[in-house]
């Protein structure tokens, strides 16, 4: 091995008995095989890592990625969120169109419907022209695609082309073709209704996606009150806006399981809805009772609904007249009833 050394401030090399035997010069410095060995184990140990070396870095990467995680995933919740909200905006817009397009004899709604047997139809029945233009229909029949629940299919009562917004989509305001885009109807995060014991529907498709079951993930007025063969609604179905006390608080189309989060309140339930028991019900983006909601005036928002607490009941009514109102409650800043306005009466008795 040759080495370089310095004598008198002049370099030469020379030459130690190393690895390869040659002779060492006398007289020189002199580097002995294990020295060179030594120095050359310790250069090779310079770049390695020991056992717990490793296994502190190990430990750093996996703190950081369980911090990291669920940060990203609320954040992946909240865009599917705003996107479900955007949709809910989107429809609620397209309920106003609608409602320019379409007219109701103020005179047959107010009190008793007298045109409606069953809202089906490529022209709703409740809607065969007249003065007053209406905005709401039932929980699944105002819009959407097929679904599975044979209701909801494509021969079914409430078929895609028997949905009015469903052809408002399509453009052409009188059909649906297999080719209108539904994508509006879809919340991207739709895992259907969560098992309640107030209110679950009885499709089996309908625990895994309201989508699926029913073609649509949002739901319309879905309070209703039998009342002989005919169901009162206080809400926003076939009611024009003028009719609403306050449209920027009245709900048009909701999240699914917002229903749901309604009726298990403690406020309904203390009115002596089905007998229920107060419940808290999750969203689809993983908080605890969070829905996006559109609005009859054609905004949209997020509503909050707790088992208690969210929400206040509804007092100085006459019962005689709003029979059902002791099981009403609304939110500090929207509600689902039109009261004092009048009840409109179908004459199906069903939750469509």
């Known amino acids: ?103 109701l004899p103020s005179s047959s709604y107010i009190g008793v419907n007298r045109l409606a047997v069953r809202p089906i139809g490529v022209v709703h029945p409740q809607s065969a022209g007249g003065e007053s233009d209406w905005i709401g229909l039932g929980a699944w029949d105002w819009g959407g695609g097929a679904g599975t629940d044979p209701d909801y299919n494509e021969t079914g009562d409430h078929a895609p082309e028997t949905r009015p917004l469903t052809r408002e989509q399509s453009g052409s305001g009188t059909s649906a073709s297999a080719n209108t885009d539904v994508t509006i109807f879809h919340a991207p995060t739709d895992e259907g209704h969560v098992a309640n014991p107030n209110y679950q529907d009885p499709h089996p498709d309908a625990t895994q996606s309201m989508f699926l079951s029913k073609g649509t993930s949002y739901q319309g007025e879905f309070v209703w009150f039998g009342a002989g063969e005919a169901a009162l609604r206080f809400g926003s179905f076939m009611r024009p806006v003028s009719l609403m006390p306050d449209a920027s608080e009245t709900t048009l189309y909701t999240e699914a399981r917002f229903g749901q989060a309604y009726i298990s309140s403690q406020e309904f339930v203390d009115g002596g809805a089905f007998g229920g028991t107060a419940v808290d019900v999750s969203g689809w983006y993983g908080k605890i009772g969070e829905f996006a909601v559109g609005f009859a005036d054609g905004h949209a928002a997020k509503i909050k609904i707790r088992k208690t607490g969210t929400m206040y009941p509804i007092d100085g009514f006459d019962t005689e007249r709003y029979p059902n109102a002791n099981v009403m409650a609304r939110g500090a800043e929207w509600r689902v009833d039109c009261f004092p306005a009048p009840w409109v009466q179908e004459t199906f008795v069903g939750n469509p």
């Open 1 to 103: 091995m040759v080495l370089r050394a310095f004598r008198g401030g002049t370099e030469r090399p020379d030459v130690c008995r190393c690895a390869n035997g040659a002779p060492e010069s006398k007289g020189e410095p002199r580097i002995e095989l294990w020295e060179c060995s030594l120095m050359k184990n310790k250069s090779s140990r310079r770049f390695a890592f020991t056992l717990i070396e490793l296994l502190v870095v190990i430990a750093i990467i996996a703190l950081l990625i369980s911090i990291l995680l669920p940060a990203l995933s609320a954040a992946r919740n909240s865009a599917k969120f705003v996107r479900s909200q955007t949709n809910t905006k989107a429809l609620s817009e397209l309920g106003q169109i609608l409602a320019g397009e379409e007219h």
